[in-house]
């Protein structure tokens, strides 16, 4: 059996270097939680940067086959076989043009646009992957 005082000797505690560890540890964590949350800052005003444009675009689209539309309506109402046909197929390709176009801007946007909206969907990505 060991004397008391041996003991002691031999597992004293470095409480000094147990408050350093956590100091830095929680300066890490501090330091990652602010860039993490200027990322995230940054790729908000870029998402509605891209949403405020797109609703403009989508604006003018939706007005142009809202228009066509009520050529179309008013088509239906003069009975005319061959103008409701024609005005029913300017609707169609209007309506496949917007789709087209919004696509193409959701395309650019999300996967080959801003930097630091990639940067956050990785880095969300690889969070969400963790356990």
């Given at each position: 059996?060991?004397?008391?005082?041996?003991?002691?000797?031999?597992?004293?505690?470095?409480?000094?270097g147990?408050?350093?560890?956590?100091?830095?540890?929680?300066?890490?964590?501090?330091d990652y939680?602010?860039?993490?949350l200027?990322?995230?800052r940054?790729?908000?005003?870029?998402f509605a940067?891209?949403?405020a444009?797109?609703?403009?675009?989508?604006?003018?689209?939706?007005?142009?086959?809202?228009?066509?539309?009520?050529?179309?309506?008013?088509?239906?109402?003069?009975?005319?076989a061959g103008?409701?046909?024609?005005?029913?197929?300017?609707?169609?390709?209007?309506?496949?043009?917007?789709?087209?176009q919004?696509?193409?801007?959701?395309?650019?946007?999300?996967?080959?646009?801003?930097?630091?909206?990639?940067e956050?969907?990785?880095?969300?990505?690889?969070?969400?992957?963790?356990?």
């Amino acid at each position: 059996m060991r004397s008391l005082g041996s003991t002691h000797a031999e597992f004293k505690r470095d409480w000094g270097g147990l408050r350093r560890y956590f100091s830095t540890h929680r300066s890490r964590q501090h330091d990652y939680v602010g860039r993490s949350l200027a990322s995230l800052r940054e790729a908000v005003q870029t998402f509605a940067r891209g949403l405020a444009t797109a609703v403009g675009e989508d604006r003018t689209s939706d007005d142009t086959v809202s228009q066509q539309l009520g050529k179309l309506t008013e088509a239906f109402r003069g009975n005319d076989a061959g103008s409701i046909r024609k005005e029913a197929e300017n609707v169609a390709s209007l309506v496949q043009a917007a789709i087209s176009q919004r696509k193409q801007r959701q395309d650019a946007q999300f996967r080959g646009g801003d930097p630091g909206v990639r940067e956050a969907v990785e880095e969300l990505e690889i969070n969400s992957s963790k356990p």
